[in-house]
């Protein structure tokens, strides 16, 4: 983090590690998955854009810089489909599944249902 330029980094690692460790956990059991799916996919292309500047990148980095942007926008379009779809059957029910019903009545709204 301090490498990147980024102020208070030591705080901002700590964050970075509560996010991806709840999140992930949440989404590896179920558990407000869209919610947790949103939030990783939100964190990912911020934490993308922070840290792997291609276009700023200098010649001879530039193709390792650019690989790894576009592998995260991979994992950012599979993290938006379980925001879409859901964990399916295989889940654990949790208060936070009220926090998912609204995500998804949001992004039936912004597809029209599909």
Not at 54 to 78: C, D, K, Y
């Amino acid at each position: 983090m301090q490498a990147l330029g980024l102020p208070i980094p030591m705080f901002l690692l700590v964050c970075t590690i509560i996010v991806q460790i709840a999140a992930g956990t949440a989404l590896l059991f179920g558990a407000a998955s869209r919610a947790a799916a949103f939030l990783l996919a939100v964190f990912t292309v911020v934490a993308t854009i922070i840290a792997h500047d291609f276009w700023n990148a200098s010649p001879s980095t530039f193709s390792r810089v650019l690989t790894t942007a576009l592998e995260h926008l991979a994992i950012v379009g599979g993290l938006l489909i379980i925001c879409l779809i859901g964990a399916g059957r295989f889940r654990v029910v949790t208060p936070f599944d009220r926090l998912d019903d609204h995500l998804r009545f949001a992004f039936d709204a912004i597809t029209g249902g599909r």
